[in-house]
């Protein structure tokens, strides 16, 4: 048993470096940005701050730390929930509520992100495919709300 796990855990792994791999490889880059940003008062050179914040959030490098990241707490809190990892007693329930919020978390910004982008795609405004977006991460917050109180759970 002991070692379908190992195999299991090892192509895992390979199948998480492939897909690294493969966005890697396909990553586009942004060429030939604007210099100028319209603001209410005119235009304005946004500041080194600002430009160093954009070009993080549009680094595929940045958002793949993320993801492993992302990968590495859940595989420890996952760990820790069947005892794998010594942890105490006390603490368990936390990070069972801890897994379960960032699973929904996880969750929540796949949804707003697929609709936001969807909407921006067919020609909308960023403010309506916000809106659209957080509706949809809502409608989905109050059906669990519903089934939770309806079920009993």
């Known amino acids: 048993m002991?070692?379908?796990t190992v195999v299991f855990t090892f192509l895992s792994g390979l199948v998480l470096l492939a897909i690294?791999?493969?966005?890697?490889?396909?990553?586009?880059?942004?060429?030939?940005?604007?210099?100028?940003?319209g603001t209410s008062t005119g235009l304005r050179r946004p500041s080194s701050a600002d430009q160093a914040v954009a070009e993080a959030i549009r680094s595929p490098t940045t958002w793949t730390v993320g993801f492993l990241l992302l990968v590495l707490v859940a595989v420890a809190g996952a760990m820790a929930m069947v005892?794998?990892?010594?942890?105490?007693?006390?603490?368990?329930?936390?990070?069972?509520?801890?897994?379960?919020?960032?699973?929904?978390?996880?969750?929540?910004?796949?949804?707003?992100?697929?609709?936001?982008?969807?909407?921006?795609?067919?020609?909308?405004?960023?403010?309506?495919?916000?809106?659209?977006?957080s509706l949809a991460v809502g409608l989905i917050a109050m059906t669990v709300v519903v089934v939770r109180l309806f079920f009993g759970l």
């Open 2 to 4: 002991a070692e379908n």
């Open 83 to 133: 005892g794998a990892l010594p942890v105490p007693e006390s603490v368990q329930p936390l990070v069972g509520t801890v897994l379960l919020i960032l699973s929904a978390a996880v969750f929540g910004g796949f949804v707003f992100a697929g609709v936001y982008a969807s909407v921006r795609s067919r020609g909308y405004g960023s403010a309506p495919a916000f809106g659209l977006g």
């Open 20 to 37: 690294v791999a493969i966005v890697l490889r396909l990553r586009t880059w942004r060429r030939g940005e604007e210099e100028l940003r």
